[in-house]
């Protein structure tokens, strides 16, 4: 990577020890914060995910579906967002994903499911940068196809290399897919009864794993949870992530580790999702936390979540954490009103 990722990645060991010992403040952050705190972030996003596309030239698991996501929640909210921008890095994930494999044999997001769930669940309708119908049809198309004959989908790129085990990261990536089948009401072209016999074999397949290592896993199944229409399942998973929130007001991408901006923006985007208001001290406390802990490149520092990586601050895992604490982040704040 060029200068931006050196720069980062000395901002972040810099800043680390404030990102482990920092307390969240007995006042809780307002909106007006949150949004700067974001605004702050986009530049560093933008950069980074450019250099990204032009030096790797690929969607990956963790990266550029990520940028989107995060850019089109900023544009939703309000913030100030290059709309033109965002509509060509989105033209060309879906350019990517769609395209044929070096093999011919199937399609490149056929390799990359993860990043085709990213991109469904980042940009369902309504709002701006929403997937068309056709589009999200094939990318639905390519999630069924994928689904492994016991139900589960295989984890794509690196994310098996992760430091929490296999199994675990099977489970949260079969869960993503489960998802993304049903974000934001599916084209007719998808039939119900395919996607009814697909959902029922992952959930078949699900069933009672152990408690996971990673807050991912406990953040995916509240959002499975509130899918699901399960009342008791989704207050048992808040109550899971409530359990596990830091006194600092985060969480570590593993449950055990320090807080860190990975962890804190998923159990955000989820507890947000699930109706958890903004004024719930779990909340308060962690949009706290991350407005502490930014970094003045706008980006968190976040150690690597491979194994072989874990023990220091990785670029990777830093991009995909600050993406995520502005996900989490925009998560929180009042749904804008429509258009009229």
Known sequence: MRGLSTLSLLLAVGCLALLTTAKASAQPATADAVRKTVAHSLPYLEQAG?????????????????????FREAARQGLEVDQEKLKAWLDWSLA???????????????????GVTQLLLGHA????????????????????????DDGSWKPAGQLPFQKRPGE????VSTMW?????????????VSADQLSAAEGRAIDWLAEPPLGQSTEWYAVRLLFAVQQDDASATEAAIDQLRT??????GWGWLTDDASDALGTGQALYALAQAGVPATDPMIADARQFLISTQAGSGSWPVRGTKAKKQASVQETSTYWGTAWAAIGLLATLPEPAASP
């Open 50 to 70: 450019q250099e990204w596309i032009d030096e790797k030239d690929c969607v990956s698991c963790h990266r550029i579906s990520f940028m989107t996501w995060g």
């Open 96 to 114: 990517k994903s769609l395209a044929p494999s070096d093999d011919g044999e199937k399609l490149a997001g056929e390799n990359n499911t993860d």
């Open 125 to 148: 309708p309504p709002g701006p940068a929403s997937l068309p119908a056709e589009t999200a049809t094939q990318l639905i198309g390519i999630v069924l196809k994928t689904q492994q």
């Open 168 to 171: 675990e990261t099977r489970q």
């Open 177 to 189: 897919n489960l998802l993304a089948l049903r974000s934001g009401g599916n084209p007719a072209a």
């Open 244 to 249: 596990r929130q830091h006194e600092d007001g």
